[in-house]
């Protein structure tokens, strides 16, 4: 039975997609549920898996390609199997053959051959009928680069001509152009303003490191990190100054009566950020179990574009990496976000006693559009505030 391969339906948000990577060859046997090929999209990639045991019989959108919402990408035959697979197309040239002089080059490898006047016939050939993909040249430049230092005996020095400096040019992804898109377009077409403040962080580890390890038997193995009393300390604020938590929709202004916090995840392929639901409404647990939830996917590429969509308000973690400072570009058509960074111990004057004290900078990048200078320093004081007396947090004052 043939069955067709459809690219999914994209929300309204989402024009097209480009077909990543075919992950199976026609006439491959594959089993049912196997990842069959990836659909990126400027947001997150997309999945498609075998509908059942079988083999793809027909390819209709290579690699690269610019697809739409639901359009037909191939053709899949259930029950196939070896029996596809002894009908299928030329078995690509071994790995360890070598290409003839006339062996069949695509385009963008005849180009790369040319440029770097390579010895074509030296290069391994991995295609459909022996031909020679870009990919192919890159690896074969890559391994000429670094067989000299996997030598076992000495090579003598050779100078190269600097003009002769090995680059290498891949194109952007659909996700990390989206991204650089949308941070222009922030920067450009929002009147961006970032207020700094700092938060004394000892009373937050104080109760961290009395509670983690009964939070964590209550909470199933959920462990309780600084993300959370960051959010929860977040949606309180957000109550306090609605105009933070507020979108520009044209000429008019979208109060927003609930808190979806968009938490920023780096990734392989770039920054994501998903969004916690009705985050007021969560638990400790629930928000950190999410949250580490979120991680694990987007490293996995397995988030998906519902959770993506829609959010009032960003957090950024920059500290993990060791940022100190740093000002966040805003998320539009978010109002407002705040960078977390790294907790840092300080020597700090308290009661006119010098204390060393971990400290961490704090950052609120804002819409001075929307959000006057007085608003988004009283919110940032509010976190403040929030965090260095966390039971304020839960009697909500």
Known sequence: MTIEINAPVFPESIADGTVSTWHKKPGEAVSRDELLVDIETDKVVLEIVAPADGAI?????????????????????????AAAAAVAEPTPVAASETVAADAKLSPAARKLIEENTLDQSAIVATGKGGLVTKEDVLNHMNTKSVAPAASATPVPAVELDVGEKLEKRVPMTRLRKRVAERLLEATQT?????????????????????YKDLFEKTHNGVRLGFMGFFVKAACEALKRFPAVNASIDGD???????????VAVSSDKGLVVP????????SLATVENTIRDFGGRARDGKLSLEDMMG?????TNGGVFGSLLSTPILNPP????????????????VNGEVKILPMMYLALSYDHRLIDGKEAVQFLVTIKDLLEDPARILLEI
């Open 275 to 282: 969004v916690l639901r009705e985050a007021d409404s969560m």
């Open 334 to 349: 978010q109002t407002a976000i705040l960078g977390m960074h790294k907790i840092q111990e300080r020597p700090m004057a």
């Open 190 to 210: 929002t009147a961006m303003l970032t207020t700094f403040n700092e938060v004394n962080m000892e009373p937050v580890m104080t109760l961290r490191k009395q």
């Open 311 to 315: 959010g009032t308000f960003t957090i």
């Open 57 to 81: 019989s027909k390819i209709t959108k290579a690699e690269g390609e610019t697809i739409l919402s639901g359009e037909l990408i191939g053709f899949f035959e259930a029950g196939a199997g």
């Open 252 to 262: 008019d202004i979208v109060y927003h009566g609930y808190q979806d916090i968009g």
